[in-house]
């Protein structure tokens, strides 16, 4: 018999929520930069590194040396790339505000559904276990 986890219940929603968070000082840092000479933006596909978190999952088991160490994680850090440039400025920058702001808006928005979901998941399991 398995017991519930969280790991179970919660899946892949709890590294959704973090990998969007990283995603959105990566675009943040890009905003932040926009006049600045030389700056070049940077940004990582969401997707690919959910995937490999999946595929980390299922294929790598860490030999940790004590129970209360953490276990290991690839972070989107990992994944960061320079941003193709649209048109990029005389001065070298890559940032174009317009579509880093288009970028932000749709992250935060997928953060938001994502800690919504969670949400929902942890007032169920709450009142699960509440008898409710």
Not at 48 to 72: D, F, I, K, Y
């Amino acid at each position: 018999m398995s017991a519930l986890g969280f790991n179970n219940s919660l899946g892949i929603h709890p590294t959704a929520l973090t990998t969007r968070a990283e995603r959105s000082e990566v675009l943040a840092n890009n905003l932040a930069n926009s006049d600045t000479p030389g700056f070049k933006a940077r940004d990582f596909d969401f997707q690919a590194v959910l995937r490999g978190e999946v595929e980390q999952r299922r294929s790598l088991s860490v030999n940790r040396t004590n129970a209360r160490h953490l276990e290991g994680r690839a972070t989107a850090e990992q994944q960061l790339d320079f941003r193709v440039p649209h048109q990029p400025a005389i001065d070298g920058n890559t940032v174009d505000p317009h579509y880093e702001h288009a970028q932000f808006t749709e992250n935060a928005l997928s953060y938001d559904a994502s800690f919504e979901f969670l949400n929902s998941k942890f007032m169920g399991l709450r009142n699960a276990l509440r008898g409710e």
